[in-house]
């Protein structure tokens, strides 16, 4: 599968369990990867690159173990997969979680602690700039919706979007990457764009 043709159009996957994958697919796909729902470990071997959705990591975690995805996915996260998690995503992929609910895990893999609907009820939902410096031209235009913070960046991940009080929202580790809003959800695919970058390299390796 990997090869010159794949390393020119990458074909990717979305975990499909739960949550908003058909937004990642369309985008996946308007960026010009073949973007495929995942839900078995064979179609996860099939991909050169994963994006962990947006929606509930509770139930994330729970279906993942349930549908046997939980143990392919961290292998493939140790290999050295391209992976992309968007908001429930990235505690999906977070070593340690604060505030998780009662028997909670995660796949882990990014070094770097997230606090759960860290905005509180009263700013559930909003929308904001964000500087990522390693993203070309200008602030990311980031939706937060019951978004998790990072709150302690290990050594090492690295922080790559702030937000202007000093608050991490996106994060990056090799081939790892997580932001706590969600671009599916805008016009901006830059994140996007980045990940097919690594899952090209990955196709080509
Ligand atoms: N609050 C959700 C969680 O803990 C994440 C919300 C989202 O993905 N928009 O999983």
Known sequence: MAGNQEAQVPRVGVLAL?????????????????????????????????VLPGGESTVMDKLSRTFGMA?????????????YGTCAGLIMLADRVVDGAAGQRTLGGLDVAVRRNA???????????VDVPVLA?????????R?????EVGPRA??????????VVAVEQGNLMG????????ADLRFHA??????????AR
């Open 18 to 50: 739960q949550g908003d994958f058909r937004e990642h697919l369309a985008v996946l796909t308007s960026l010009g990867a073949v973007a495929v729902p995942v839900r078995r470990p064979d179609e996860l071997a099939a991909v050169s690159g994963i």
């Open 71 to 83: 143990g392919p996915l961290r292998a493939a996260i140790d290999d050295g997969l391209p992976v």
């Open 119 to 129: 905005f509180g009820n009263q700013n559930d939902s909003f929308e904001t700039d």
């Open 137 to 145: 031209g200008p602030p990311v235009h980031a939706v937060f919706i």
């Open 147 to 151: 978004a998790p913070v990072v709150d």
């Open 158 to 167: 690295t922080a790559v979007g702030v937000l202007d009080d000093g608050r």
């Open 179 to 186: 932001t706590s809003f969600h671009p599916e959800m805008t």
């Open 194 to 203: 980045r990940f097919l970058d690594k899952a090209r390299a990955w196709a």
